[in-house]
Nanobody
Framework: QVQLAESGGGLVQPGGSLRLSCAAS????????MYWVRQVPGKGLEWVSF????????SYADSVKGRFTISRDNALNTLYLQMNSLKSEDTAVYYC???????????????WGKGTLVTVSS
């Protein structure tokens, strides 16, 4: 059974930083593209970032480019999202998700975590 567990969310002031983690189990983590997706109040779902199986290829939504960094530690089966220079617009529930298959990536995410809430407010 695939399990994805996000952590690290909380309340932070504008301009602050948070580091989210996603602990993965139940599949061969090191062979899958992984994603961060967020559910923003008033906007709905928004793709944030992905990272390929080995961590050598990353991509970001324009709204977070230059501020967020996705990374992974395959030895620990863990996905990370470092969020810097946070804005109120970043307030959302953040989810990690795996691709449907190892290779090639499909952009279909078949398993998601329960999410972790990030609130950016003064």
């Amino acid at each position: 059974q695939v399990q994805l567990a996000e952590s690290g969310g909380g309340l932070v002031q504008p301009g602050g930083s948070l580091r989210l983690s996603c602990a993965a189990s139940g599949f061969t983590f090191s062979t899958y593209r992984m994603y961060w997706v967020r559910q923003v109040p008033g906007k709905g779902l928004e793709w944030v970032s992905f990272i390929n199986y080995g961590g050598s290829i990353t991509s970001y939504a324009d709204s977070v480019k230059g501020r967020f960094t996705i990374s992974r530690d395959n030895a620990l089966n863990t996905l990370y999202l470092q969020m810097n220079s946070l804005k109120s617009e970043d307030t959302a529930v953040y989810y990690c998700a795996k691709d449907l298959r190892p290779l090639p990536a499909t952009w279909s995410m078949d398993d998601w975590g329960k999410g972790t809430l990030v609130t950016v407010s003064s």
